[in-house]
C-alpha cells in the first residue's frame, strides 16, 4: 500500500516539473515572439524611411547607377540556401542526430558568412565610388537599412556558432533545443526581411 502510495507521489512530482518544463518553454518562445515584432517594427520604420526618402539623390548617384542586380540576386541565393541548411539541421534535432544538426549549422554560418563577405564588399564599392551615407538622403536611408539587417546577420552567426558550442559540450537537451528553435525563427525573420530588401530597395528602386 506504500508502494503504491510512494509510486503516485512520485508521478504526481514527475508531472509538477513536466508543466513548469512546458510552461518555461511557452514563457520562452512568447517572449522571443514579441522580441520578434519588436523587431518588426524597427524595420518597418526603416522601410518607411526609405520610401520617403529614396527619391531624394541630392543630384549625386542614384539606384540605377550604383546597384549590381546580379550581386546582389548571389547575395540573396547565399541567404535563401542558409535558411534550407537550418531547416535541414532543424529536422536532424527532432529526430535527436547530434551530429547530421551540427554540420548542418555549420553550413548555414558559411552561407551567413558569404552573405556578409559580399554586403561588405558591396558597401566598400560604393564608398570608394563616393557614394558614402553623407552623400544623399536616399544613400543614408540605404545605409541604415541594410547596415541594420547586416548588423542582424552578425549576431546571429554569433548565436549560430555559440550555440554549436553548446550544442558540443551537452548535446540535444530540451534547453538546447529550445535555443535552437529561437535561433531558427530569428534566422528565418532575417531571411523574411531581406526579401523585402531585395524586392523594395534594390529591384524597385532600379526599375522605377
Known amino acids: 500500500m506504500a508502494t503504491t502510495h510512494n509510486t503516485a507521489a512520485a508521478d504526481e512530482e514527475l508531472t509538477f516539473y513536466e508543466a513548469e518544463e512546458h510552461g518555461h518553454e511557452g514563457s520562452t518562445l512568447l517572449g522571443f515572439w514579441l522580441y520578434l515584432m519588436s523587431d518588426c517594427l524597427i524595420f518597418a520604420i526603416l522601410f518607411a524611411c526609405y520610401a520617403v526618402y529614396g527619391g531624394n539623390y541630392a543630384a549625386g548617384p542614384g539606384p540605377r547607377d550604383l546597384f549590381d542586380l546580379n550581386l546582389v540576386a548571389i547575395n540573396t ?13 532543424m529536422l ?5 542526430r547530434l551530429s547530421p544538426t551540427l554540420f ?11 552573405f556578409l563577405g559580399i554586403e561588405l564588399y558591396e558597401f566598400s564599392h560604393l564608398i570608394h565610388e563616393g557614394a558614402t551615407p553623407q552623400r544623399s538622403a536616399f544613400l543614408s536611408a540605404f545605409f541604415v537599412l541594410v ?6 546577420v552578425t549576431f546571429g552567426i554569433i548565436w549560430l556558432f555559440t550555440l554549436m558550442v553548446q550544442l558540443g559540450q551537452r548535446g540535444l537537451i530540451p534547453e538546447n533545443k529550445l535555443r535552437l528553435m529561437c535561433l531558427s525563427m530569428f534566422w528565418h525573420f532575417l531571411d523574411v526581411i531581406w526579401i523585402g530588401v531585395f524586392s523594395f530597395v534594390y529591384l524597385m528602386s532600379v526599375l522605377r
Open 77 to 89: 541565393a547565399m541567404l535563401l540556401l542558409s535558411s534550407i541548411t537550418f531547416g535541414f539541421a
Open 92 to 96: 536532424s534535432m527532432q529526430k535527436g
Open 104 to 114: 548542418w549549422m555549420a553550413i548555414t554560418a558559411l552561407f551567413g558568412l558569404a
Open 147 to 152: 547596415g541594420t539587417h547586416g548588423l542582424h
